[in-house]
């Protein structure tokens, strides 16, 4: 189950961000694609079930995840992050080249 789910912000592209702890609400399935459709019923998956009927998470999806505050509660802004850039997601990024 990935959706309500806490880890942390690994990334490097919102400044401000990283190693912070963000809460998962919805997965932005295939959104690095260049033929992404956000428009599709399978775009914007808030549901571990219908998550987990469409494969799961890849490292061509986004997050919409929200900072959570010190007393647990999250923000009202809520931000875009590649799944690879989250903790939890972070073993989907490809091995650096050596």
Do not use: W
């Amino acid at each position: 189950m990935f959706i309500g789910t806490d880890t942390i912000y690994i990334g490097n592209e919102i400044p401000g961000l990283k190693g912070k702890k963000v809460r998962i609400f919805a997965v932005l399935r295939g959104s690095l694609r260049p033929d992404a459709d956000p428009d599709a019923d399978d775009y914007y998956v808030n549901d571990n079930e219908k998550l987990a009927r469409l494969g799961g998470v890849t490292a061509e999806d986004c997050i919409d995840a929200a900072p959570i505050h010190p007393d647990g509660t999250t923000s009202f802004v809520h931000v875009d992050p590649r799944a690879i850039d989250l903790q939890c997601f972070a073993h989907l990024q490809k091995p650096s080249a050596q």
